[in-house]
């Protein structure tokens, strides 16, 4: 409510209290500022007539049951336009900004969880920033999972997004299993391997440098660490709130990093062990702004550049130290949907899921000599070589092979393959 006086306007705040004197209520108009003193001529006046009570820091008004009934009917009128607005504002808002919660600061987006250990623990500062200059480490959270060794209880794979080999074992990412399995003998039955965490909501992907594990754990935003104990693996470390999605990790044994890719976010969170306590620290973070809000599921690296097949239908290729953008590729709209790009001797393969418009009739495997020839039509799909009809999602190499995840296709779960002088021969794993 504002009085207003002929020389100067003041703020006031609204309270009722009984005065059985009145017959009504007295309101009571309380000055914004306790400290200020009315004077002369600079008085917060009201009008209609009403006899003016002063009183210290206050000035009463007593008013009749009419006038009560009116007040009272203002303020409800004035409380129910302020509601109305709001609930539009906020349903604006909404509609304007998606279900997503608000893009967080970029240091925020590094650490929002606060240290454990070491400087500033318990302090509530932000892990990305102490004080001393520090850089952020993951929160430590002992061996979770120590001690006991669980095999899988199934006997098949729900969308399996990637298979890899670290030191001597084997691990599969069985993403709508949620959980991450290993065994050292890769033709065992599936319900012989052993489960390595099934604590994660989606997870995408795993990287070792052979000392500490890393994987996405993509719908809980945060990104787990693991550590070998004997002959199983325990859960040590953990980054929370890592936003956008995160979705692909490599190990870059040429610079001793991990690349921590947000599928969403368009940017890179750069991890780094240290040698000494195997505590893992966030050291950097890069990012394509271009990419940001656009799905990127993962990324390659290939020298002293790093792809990114985005499904917008366009390939970028940075610089892997800058990213700074160096070329674009356009791809056709059918195969605009990409996941994986990865290189098998001198030709790119590129892995499918949609259409642009998020068909997966149109998932599939193409291959090509030169990235500009694309959108061209230049290249060659092979997919019929591993049946076809699913939808293929990432290639791994090693023990002198290749290997593909694949989905929608009960069966053929997993293809192990090689390639021969441009001839495919590919055979069922699980």
């Known amino acids: 409510m504002r009085g207003v006086g002929g020389a100067g306007r003041c703020e006031s705040s609204v309270i009722f209290e009984p005065d059985p004197s009145a017959g009504g209520y ?3 108009l309380l000055t914004a500022d306790a400290d200020r003193e009315l004077t002369a001529g600079r008085d917060c006046e009201l009008t209609g007539g009403r006899d003016r009570e002063r009183t210290g820091g206050r000035d009463s008004v007593s008013i009749g049951a009419a006038d009560r009934e009116q007040t009272v009917e203002r303020l409800l009128m004035t409380s129910t336009v302020c509601l109305r607005f709001f609930l539009f504002m906020t349903l604006l808002m909404t509609l304007f900004c998606g279900c997503s919660a ?11 969880t606060l240290v454990q250990n070491g400087d500033g623990a318990g302090t509530g500062a932000d892990p990305a920033v102490q004080e001393d200059g520090a850089l952020s480490p993951a929160d430590n959270i002992g061996d979770v999972g120590a001690g006991t060794v669980v095999y899988t209880s199934y006997t098949d794979l ?7 080999k670290i030191v001597d074992e084997y691990f599969i990412v069985d993403c709508y299993h949620n959980r991450i399995i290993y065994n050292d003998d890769l033709s065992a039955p599936l319900d012989k391997w052993r489960v390595m ?3 994660m909501k989606m997870g995408h992907s795993l990287a070792s440098d052979g000392t500490v594990y890393i994987a996405d754990d993509t719908e809980n935003e945060r990104i787990m660490i693991f550590e070998k104990q004997d002959d199983r693996f ?8 890592i936003s956008d999605r995160p979705h692909y990790i490599v190990y870059n044994e040429e610079d001793g990093l991990f690349y921590a890719w947000a599928s969403t976010g368009g940017r890179m969170c750069l991890l780094k062990r ?9 050291v950097g973070t890069k990012s394509i702004p271009e990419l940001d809000g ?5 990324f390659t690296l290939m020298g002293d550049d790093i792809y990114f097949p985005a499904a917008n239908g366009i390939i970028i290729r940075a610089d892997r130290e800058s990213f700074e953008v160096k070329e674009r590729f356009r791809v056709p709209d059918t195969m605009a949907g990409m996941i994986q790009l990865s290189k098998i001797g001198d030709m790119f393969y590129i892995t499918v899921s949609t259409d642009l418009t998020g068909f997966q009739e149109f998932a599939t495997i193409v291959r090509c000599r030169e990235l500009a020839g694309l959108e061209k039509g230049e290249y060659e799909d092979v997919y019929e070589s591993f049946i076809g009809g699913g939808t293929p999602y990432v290639i791994t190499s090693f023990d002198g092979a290749f290997f593909l995840t694949e989905h ?12 021969d002088d441009g001839d495919i021969r590919a055979e069922t794993l699980y």
């Open 26 to 28: 007295v309101l009571d």
């Open 102 to 112: 608000a893009k967080q600061p970029e240091r925020d987006w590094i650490a929002s």
């Open 158 to 164: 729900s969308v399996p997004t990637q298979i890899t």
């Open 197 to 199: 965490t099934d604590e």
């Open 234 to 241: 325990v859960f040590t470390q953990v980054f929370e709130g």
């Open 274 to 282: 240290d040698g000494g306590d195997n505590r893992v620290y966030i």
């Open 294 to 298: 656009v799905y990127v599921r993962t």
């Open 408 to 419: 929608r296709i009960p069966g053929h779960s997993i293809w192990r393959f090689v390639v």
